[in-house]
């Protein structure tokens, strides 16, 4: 059984707001309810913007698959901050 409807990475907008961002995480509720944190781009200013959670029917997937990158293998992970510092 699949419980996401979409992957992480993947550019994405909410229906409702226009908000637009990366899938940088999925929450599964015990109530049956999916959603997503939407993660926008940084500012101009290289400065860090809110995530937000939205309902799994309000998504719009605007890429054709998800952002990729390489992985340091002496680091073993961290915030998302270094994925999202570049300009996708």
């Keep these: 059984m699949k419980l996401f ?3 992480n990475g993947y550019k994405a907008k909410d229906m409702v707001t226009g908000l637009k961002g990366v899938i940088t995480a999925r929450v599964d509720y015990l109530t049956g309810c999916n959603q997503y ?3 926008p781009d940084v500012g101009k200013d290289n400065s860090m913007k809110e995530s937000y959670f939205i ?3 309000r998504i719009e997937i ?4 998800p952002i990729s990158f390489k992985k340091n293998k002496k680091d073993p992970g961290g915030p998302v901050r ?3 510092s570049k300009k996708l």
Excluded: F, G, Q
């Design 37 to 39: 944190a939407l993660t």
């Design 62 to 65: 605007l890429s054709k698959k």
């Design 55 to 57: 309902d799994e029917s």
């Design 82 to 84: 270094k994925v999202l």
């Design 5 to 7: 409807k979409y992957e």
